[in-house]
């Protein structure tokens, strides 16, 4: 049911319905076939945006793009705030400031900025799947191939997974 949608802990899911109202309204035209059309459309394009949001944050980053599904979740952060904050600028954000760290210590750069990026994947997951965020992200990449150093950076950046390399220690 579409309209659950609104009050939906999916934050995505809550703009598409956002949206599809807004259209709706102004179309003026408000019948179930109608609704249905304006919902599948807004869907499609707020699909298309997410991947394009995931691959921006990997292209202003300088890193390559990993697996289609990280795209697609890493781009749907851009729905989610904390502390006011959005948090795929926030993970942009992070991924610069860990190459430069990275790079005054001599630790890979590019796994550095990698794991600063998808650090907080899991807040994209978190409504879908029990756990802390951290955790729940690092187990996601890791089923998609991630590197073992850019999933411990992630995982242990809360400390609720023990740090077995520089990057969970730098992304803290």
Do not use: Y
């Not at 394009?45 to 697609?72: C, Q, R, W």
């Not at 952060?77 to 005054?104: C, K, P, W, Y």
């Not at 994947?121 to 073992?148: C, M, P, Q, T, Y």
Request: net charge negative; glycine share 8%.
């Amino acid at each position: 049911d579409w309209s659950s949608d609104v009050c939906s802990s999916d934050l995505v899911r809550r703009e598409v319905a956002r949206e599809a109202m807004s259209r709706l309204i102004l179309d003026g035209r408000i019948h179930p076939t109608r609704i249905e059309e304006v919902v599948s459309k807004v869907s499609q394009e707020m699909d298309e945006s997410i991947v394009k949001f995931g691959e921006e944050a990997f292209l202003k980053t300088g890193l390559p793009l990993p697996h289609a599904e990280i795209i697609k979740t890493l781009g749907r952060l851009r729905f989610r705030q904390s502390f006011t904050q959005n948090v795929l600028d926030h993970s942009i954000e992070v991924a610069q400031l860990m190459g430069l760290m990275a790079a005054e210590l001599g630790v890979d750069v590019s796994a550095a900025k990698r794991a600063g990026l998808l650090h907080d994947i899991g807040k994209a997951l978190s409504h879908e799947i029990e756990g802390a965020h951290a955790v729940v992200g690092a187990d996601f990449i890791k089923r998609l191939g991630e590197a073992d150093d850019v999933v411990n950076g992630v995982a242990s950046h809360h400390d609720e997974v023990p740090h077995t390399c520089p990057l969970g220690i730098l992304v803290s």
